[in-house]
């Protein structure tokens, strides 16, 4: 994690609503030295105002722990952002005149770099041909990612620029290019980014988030999906600049892996070291054949494999965590986890806090699995809003009756399973409140959990999944992590999580939270404070 100096002024905020377990029905807060001092009521508040440095009158906002958003991959969100955005395309013709002015509009660009199509979404359902990509780019090498970052179409420029990416399997010589020959194209595309538009990319990323309330991001690098010089000049640049806390994950795999993780400054050998791959890229491993193809998909990782990087990272103190989505991808991670716990001892397994990213096709034995195994979901509700339903692309791909397995968040929270939430940004905007909204109105109304549980898991879930048990929390002594937001009426929800009821009786002592209910606006961040600093106000808030 990047480490900061702790401002050392005293600042008071007072006459807001303050969400804290130490005191429901906080108005004021006190923060010193990069920490909360004191948590309490407008009349206590009082005592503090002639020792303080600076008061802030919250005009009745909520303050609340800023976000950790527990999947980013931060330069590919810095770059879709200033960068083709085809996300809101609505037809392939739509995005092949975005792609035409793109390339009018760059035409510096040694590369140029799209992202977010979704053919599935589209009319006819098909992804741009090369020749129709070769022709709205004016011929110049264009890499354009599918929304999940699992495969993309290229121009024939780009492959030319990729010796014998036509002979690594995923190759296709007019579809979208999956697995290595994916990989290759990637890096050569990513490549051909300089260092200065990398730092800005992460720059704009990191204000972004900054700008929405997220106090801290889980940054998902590798070999595979980045660099190591955009890892460590990421880490370098949060350490430097105001902005969110940067925690640092390189997956690589087994010892060697393991090394270079903890000489790059990450804490885990985890993030996105792929057992399998996405759903929509029909890469996902699935125990059964794909409902729209007739195979299962792709394992990039056994069992033994998984066994032996687990026991690498145990025995360095080092997290391990994989990218598992498919039914089959999942039970290889959990057999092989529990193969390393069988090898080196159940209780180190689980104080050491493996994760497991995404984790959507889930059986009651791998959720079990979970939690013998003290193994983390970092999970992403935006992916059943964006996919889920009767009729969206799991639907499709799954059938129905398996496309309601997925993404079950209430299952794993009455299991003990510890859920982190996030985006993986840019497959899923950075939008927090968005993605709480999409936990508790899951499309499958028994994998839902209440608006408290959610904002939870992408709170101080995000912080206990890095190991730490005192953050993310408005309480003395934590960390000052926290939002002023501007939102409606707060809501308590009821004791009784299974149901779709809302109490506002005081009596509950639970601080409340925005009512989220689809159709009312999200709350709109007015200042994020991380360790004390502030990073972000609105302007003329």
Request: contains cysteine.
């Amino acid at each position: 994690m990047s480490e900061r100096t702790a401002p050392s002024k005293t600042v008071l905020l007072r006459r807001g609503e303050v969400h804290s377990p130490a005191d429901p029905f906080a108005t004021a807060m006190v923060v010193e030295r990069g920490q909360v001092a004191w948590v309490g009521s407008e009349g206590a508040a009082d005592a503090f105002a002639d020792g303080v440095d600076e008061i802030v009158d919250l005009e009745g906002a909520l303050v609340t722990p800023a976000f950790t958003d527990a999947h980013v991959h931060t330069t590919s969100t810095g770059l879709a952002l200033t960068g083709l955005d085809l996300s809101d395309a609505s037809s392939l013709d739509a995005a092949l005149a975005l792609v035409r002015d793109f390339a009018a509009a760059r035409p510096a660009d040694r590369v140029l770099l799209g992202h977010g199509w979704d053919a599935a979404r589209w009319p006819g359902g098909r992804p741009p041909a090369r020749a129709e990509l070769d022709e709205a780019a004016g011929g110049r090498p264009f890499y354009l990612s599918r929304i999940d970052v699992h495969s993309a179409v290229v121009t024939t420029a780009l492959l030319d620029l990729v010796p014998g990416v036509t002979a690594r399997a995923g190759y296709s010589p007019d579809g979208p290019l999956t697995r290595d020959a994916h990989h290759a194209v990637r890096a050569a595309a990513l490549g051909a980014v300089s260092r200065e538009q990398r730092t800005e990319a992460q720059r704009a990323a990191l204000a972004h988030a900054a700008s929405l309330g997220i106090g801290s991001v889980h940054e998902c690098a590798g070999p595979e999906i980045s660099s190591e010089d955009d890892f460590t000049g990421l880490l370098r640049l949060a350490a430097e600049e105001p902005g969110p806390r940067v925690v640092g994950y390189w997956a690589e795999q087994a010892e060697e892996g393991v090394a270079r993780a903890r000489a790059l400054g990450a804490i885990g050998a985890a993030g996105d070291l792929f057992a399998d791959g996405s759903l929509g890229s029909h890469t996902a491993c699935l125990h059964q054949p794909y409902a729209d193809a007739e195979h299962t998909g792709t394992a990039y990782l056994d069992t033994a494999a998984v066994a032996a990087h687990v026991v690498a990272c145990t025995e360095t103190g080092l997290q391990a965590g994989f990218h598992a989505i498919g039914d089959a991808a999942v039970t290889s991670v959990v057999e092989g986890v529990r193969a390393a716990a069988e090898k080196i001892g159940l209780a180190r397994v689980r104080a050491a806090r493996h994760r497991v990213e995404h984790a959507e096709m889930l059986t009651p034995e791998t959720i079990a699995g979970f939690a013998e195994l003290g193994l983390t979901a970092s999970v992403q509700p935006a992916f059943d809003a964006l996919w889920g339903g009767e009729d969206g692309m799991y639907a499709q791909r799954l059938g129905a009756e398996r496309a309601r397995m997925l993404n079950p968040f209430a299952a794993l929270l009455r299991t003990g399973v510890p859920l982190a939430f996030g985006s993986d940004s840019p497959v899923t905007p950075l939008d927090p409140w968005g993605t709480v909204r999409a936990a508790a109105f899951h499309r499958t109304p028994e994998h839902r959990v209440s608006v408290r549980a959610a904002f939870t898991a992408h709170t101080r879930g995000g912080w206990r999944a890095i190991g730490r048990d005192d953050a993310g929390v408005l309480v003395p002594g934590a960390p000052a992590d926290y939002a002023v937001w501007r939102t409606a009426e707060l809501v308590v929800q009821a004791p009784d999580d299974r149901v779709a009821r809302w109490s506002t009786d005081p009596r509950s002592g639970t601080p409340g939270l925005p009512d989220l209910t689809p159709g009312n606006d999200l709350p709109v961040c007015l200042r994020t404070v991380v360790g004390g600093r502030t990073v972000f106000v609105r302007p003329n808030e």
